[in-house]
């Protein structure tokens, strides 16, 4: 009996985009019991509604299972891989190149769910947890990011951010941020990278800066997965940093393959149809 769709089901045309790098044909060993793609569907249903693992419909492969593989994917790069190509595919799409030559830094501190490691104190912004720091191209798709306790600075998490950047994006040569990182343009400088401060005109209200109103953007479309709301709800940073990439990956098939109705449908420019 075939089981019921979920809403975060991978549609045909989202499935042949990551096949090639998440379900290589296996040359050795035994039948898979459960397809990739299925193991996938596991996983995107686990981001988008942030239930537990014992709670994954019984329908989806078992959460061992999954839990594993997710594990499996992100130790050994796939993740970062998936990532790297979709978001060139993304910007092509958008008729940029395929590696960005500019990006926008900024980070998010949230409070953790219970004990796990690498928790600090942001005393600016009155939050125990950790701190998620991105880095995203001028579509707003993710390029990097890096997840630290919230006690670290925004220098020392951007400066870490930007030579993970450097690493897969040769070309990236101006960061464009927040004045929380005016003291980054020497480190950045090492890094051959450019820091340019965009400041906040308004005075206690709200108004969309030119730049950082990009980043912002993004951190919103990584909250609408439920996995990576208002809490930390993981144990270890190397978690917390692949489900961050896992919501960036389902999100930008939703841009390429939009499926009826999806939110990025609508909001993302240049969307084919």
Not at 19 to 32: D, I, K, M
Not at 104 to 112: E, F, T, W
Request: proline share 6%; with cysteine.
């Amino acid at each position: 009996m075939e089981r019921r769709a979920y809403p975060t089901d991978l549609t045909d045309a989202q499935w042949a985009l990551l096949e090639p790098v998440l379900a290589p044909s296996p040359t050795t060993g035994r039948p898979r019991a459960h397809e990739p793609r299925e193991i996938l569907n596991a996983i995107f249903y686990q981001s988008r509604t942030g239930c537990q693992w014992r709670h994954l419909p019984h329908d989806l492969p078992p959460r061992s299972t999954v839990h594993a593989w997710f594990v499996r994917w992100r130790n050994d790069g796939t993740w970062d891989r998936a990532l790297s190509m979709l978001t060139s595919k993304a910007r092509n799409q958008s008729g940029h190149d395929d590696t960005p030559g500019a990006g926008v830094l900024d980070s998010q501190s949230v409070p953790n769910a219970g004990p796990a490691e690498e928790i600090g104190y942001d005393a600016g912004k009155k939050i125990r947890g950790r701190k998620r720091h991105v880095l995203v191209d001028s579509l707003g798709l993710l390029i990097a990011v890096a997840v630290t306790s919230a006690y670290v600075s925004d220098l020392a998490g951007g400066h870490e951010l930007l030579r993970r950047a450097k690493v897969r994006n040769a070309m990236l040569g101006v960061i464009r941020c927040d004045s929380a990182y005016q003291g980054l343009a020497q480190r950045a400088a090492r890094l051959r990278v450019r820091i340019e401060v965009v400041k906040n005109p308004s005075r206690g209200q709200f108004i969309p800066v030119k730049h950082r109103w990009v980043v912002e953007r993004s951190l919103a479309w990584l909250s609408a997965h439920r996995r990576l709301g208002k809490r930390d709800l993981e144990h270890t940073i190397a978690a917390a940093e692949a489900w961050i990439k896992v919501a960036a990956i389902a999100s930008m098939l939703d841009r390429l393959e939009p499926r009826t109705n999806s939110p990025q449908a609508l909001t993302w420019p240049n969307q084919h149809t």
